[in-house]
């Protein structure tokens, strides 16, 4: 598959959830563009204007009203759909209980929009004219906070503050004019704790009507979570403060994750959102140096934007990072606080580090038949002992990688970058060529260094200062 063929392909899926049923290459293709645009009102006539007088060449995609963006990509989630009345772009989201999988095995009835958890994601253009009806299908009464979105006073959706809470069975009408882009978030701002904790957050991503700076190929959109889902229960406990105990990206706990696909050279963006409870997470990126281009508040100026490898998303903030994808490999990206990739079961466990248990195993055995002690080294086997695991529940660490256990769990994923695609579905575990991939250390090579594995450590590292 070429790249223009890729991004076509790319494009139409993400296209086909819009309401107005066009694809890309059926608009483009048929040069009808300009046609397609003035049908729909002055709203699109800029935009529309500045697509036609881009060569081929330009970033894919044509969706209407605003022009010309490239849709971005939600791993494991969705897109709002929309449709285009009299120029308006209409929205309808559906606050409900959703049945969520955080991953293969654990489940919880959380609360979300439109059968998704977090809810999906809306995006737009900057200029549109945008109206979102928010029905309510809960048991109690909510509302639709846009944040970071410039609106009127009366459509800020604070509860009690700005307007009546939406009562169930309640029909909603905001409405908005978006002068900015950027990565903004909608959440609910009644009975925020609760709402919020059990999911009631999406990402609103609003495309610049006419892009700044160098295009990219790949723009995917990330929502941070935390939860705290007792072993066995069946419902997330929102009044918890501190102890969470299911860390999530889009709403999925690694390996629950979906990767994410990047054809080698391409240019990639990444917009983070955190609407967690309590915790600032601090994404770390592996293989990469990139740059932080965005937060909430709008676009960095490029002189002012430095180089990271991790990102902090403060809570109620998000963070926009790009770099150029030029090394292959599967690349881990996680939060870099070590509890938050640890599943369920890692927390809170005696300290059994070190811990000798000689025959004790034996002794408890005869009154608790397959007892054994464990964490003696650590937590990295725990999640692979072969060991049964309560219902609705899974191992404290990771998945299966390639070459072993991955340890990691919760809030974890990988960016798969490849030198040849055919599509942006999971390509399957990266090969290092060879020479590149660390092994087990041959003799030949140990003698010709002169390593003595045997030798005290302490010698070595004198011997490293003696000698410089
Ligand atoms: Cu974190």
Same mark, same amino acid.
């Given at each position: 598959?070429?790249?223009?063929?890729?991004?076509?392909?790319?494009?139409?899926?993400?296209?086909?959830?819009?309401?107005?049923?066009?694809?890309?290459?059926?608009?483009?293709?048929?040069?009808?563009?300009?046609?397609?645009?003035?049908?729909?009102?002055?709203?699109?006539?800029?935009?529309?204007?500045?697509?036609?007088?881009?060569?081929?060449?330009?970033?894919?995609?044509?969706?209407?009203?605003?022009?010309?963006?490239?849709?971005?990509?939600?791993?494991?989630?969705?897109?709002?759909?929309?449709?285009?009345?009299?120029?308006?772009?209409?929205?309808?989201?559906?606050?409900?209980?959703?049945?969520?999988?955080?991953?293969?095995?654990?489940?919880?009835?959380?609360?979300?929009?439109?059968?998704?958890?977090?809810?999906?994601?809306?995006?737009?253009?900057?200029?549109?004219?945008?109206?979102?009806?928010?029905?309510?299908?809960?048991?109690?009464?909510?509302?639709?906070?846009?944040?970071?979105?410039?609106?009127?006073?009366?459509?800020?959706?604070?509860?009690?503050?700005?307007?009546?809470?939406?009562?169930?069975?309640?029909?909603?009408?905001?409405?908005?004019?978006?002068?900015?882009?950027?990565?903004?978030?909608?959440?609910?701002?009644?009975?925020?704790?609760?709402?919020?904790?059990?999911?009631?957050?999406?990402?609103?991503?609003?495309?610049?009507?006419?892009?700044?700076?160098?295009?990219?190929?790949?723009?995917?959109?990330?929502?941070?979570?935390?939860?705290?889902?007792?072993?066995?229960?069946?419902?997330?406990?929102?009044?918890?403060?501190?102890?969470?105990?299911?860390?999530?990206?889009?709403?999925?706990?690694?390996?629950?994750?979906?990767?994410?696909?990047?054809?080698? *050279?391409?240019?990639? =963006? %990444?917009?983070? /959102?955190?609407?967690?409870?309590?915790?600032?997470?601090?994404?770390? @990126?592996? $293989? +990469?140096?990139?740059?932080?281009?965005?937060?909430?508040?709008?676009?960095?100026?490029?002189?002012?934007?430095?180089?990271?490898?991790?990102?902090?998303?403060?809570?109620?903030?998000?963070?926009?990072?790009?770099?150029?994808?030029?090394?292959?490999?599967?690349?881990?990206?996680?939060?870099?606080?070590?509890?938050?990739?640890?599943?369920?079961?890692?927390?809170?466990?005696?300290?059994?580090?070190?811990?000798?248990?000689?025959?004790?195993?034996?002794?408890?055995?005869?009154?608790?038949?397959?007892?054994?002690?464990?964490?003696?080294?650590?937590?990295?086997?725990?999640?692979?002992?072969?060991?049964?695991?309560?219902?609705?529940?899974?191992?404290?660490?990771?998945?299966? *990688?390639?070459?072993? =256990? %991955?340890?990691? /769990?919760?809030?974890?994923?990988?960016?798969?970058?490849?030198?040849? @695609?055919? $599509? +942006?579905?999971?390509?399957?575990?990266?090969?290092?060529?060879?020479?590149?991939?660390?092994?087990?250390?041959?003799?030949?090579?140990?003698?010709?260094?002169?390593?003595?594995?045997?030798?005290?450590?302490?010698?070595?590292?004198?011997?490293?200062?003696?000698?410089?």
């Amino acid at each position: 598959m070429t790249d223009h063929e890729l991004d076509d392909a790319n494009n139409d899926t993400a296209l086909g959830l819009t309401g107005d049923g066009l694809s890309r290459r059926r608009v483009l293709g048929t040069g009808a563009i300009t046609l397609t645009a003035s049908a729909l009102g002055t709203l699109m006539r800029p935009a529309a204007a500045a697509a036609a007088e881009r060569p081929s060449a330009a970033p894919a995609s044509a969706a209407l009203p605003g022009g010309e963006y490239r849709p971005v990509v939600v791993p494991n989630g969705a897109k709002l759909p929309w449709k285009v009345v009299n120029g308006v772009k209409i929205f309808h989201l559906v606050a409900e209980e959703v049945e969520h999988e955080y991953a293969p095995g654990i489940k919880a009835h959380c609360w979300g929009y439109n059968g998704h958890v977090h809810g999906p994601t809306i995006e737009a253009v900057e200029g549109d004219r945008v109206r979102i009806y928010l029905s309510n299908r809960l048991p109690a009464a909510t509302t639709l906070h846009c944040h970071g979105i410039l609106l009127d006073n009366g459509m800020d959706g604070v509860g009690g503050l700005n307007q009546k809470a939406i009562q169930p069975g309640e029909t909603f009408k905001y409405e908005v004019t978006l002068r900015q882009s950027g990565t903004g978030m909608y959440h609910s701002h009644h009975d925020e704790m609760t709402q919020m904790g059990l999911g009631m957050t999406g990402l609103f991503v609003i495309h610049p009507r006419h892009p700044r700076g160098p295009q990219v190929d790949r723009d995917f959109a990330l929502m941070l979570h935390e939860w705290r889902v007792d072993v066995g229960a069946a419902r997330p406990d929102p009044n918890e403060m501190v102890e969470f105990n299911l860390l999530t990206i889009n709403g999925k706990a690694f390996p629950g994750t979906d990767p994410l696909v990047v054809k080698k *050279g391409q240019r990639v =963006r %990444i917009r983070i /959102g955190n609407l967690s409870a309590m915790d600032h997470h601090p994404i770390h @990126l592996h $293989g +990469y140096r990139f740059k932080v281009t965005e937060t909430d508040g709008g676009a960095i100026q490029e002189s002012a934007q430095w180089p990271e490898t991790t990102v902090l998303v403060p809570v109620g903030s998000t963070r926009t990072i790009e770099f150029v994808a030029n090394e292959p490999g599967d690349w881990a990206l996680h939060c870099h606080m070590t509890h938050h990739v640890m599943n369920q079961m890692g927390h809170g466990v005696p300290n059994m580090i070190g811990v000798k248990p000689g025959t004790l195993d034996e002794k408890v055995r005869r009154l608790l038949p397959g007892y054994m002690t464990m964490g003696q080294a650590g937590m990295a086997d725990m999640g692979d002992m072969g060991m049964g695991v309560p219902n609705n529940s899974i191992p404290m660490s990771g998945g299966r *990688g390639k070459h072993d =256990r %991955i340890t990691m /769990g919760g809030m974890f994923t990988i960016l798969k970058v490849r030198d040849q @695609l055919t $599509g +942006y579905g999971d390509p399957g575990w990266y090969d290092a060529p060879e020479g590149t991939l660390a092994e087990r250390a041959p003799s030949a090579d140990l003698e010709r260094d002169g390593i003595d594995v045997k030798a005290p450590a302490r010698a070595w590292a004198d011997a490293q200062v003696r000698t410089g």
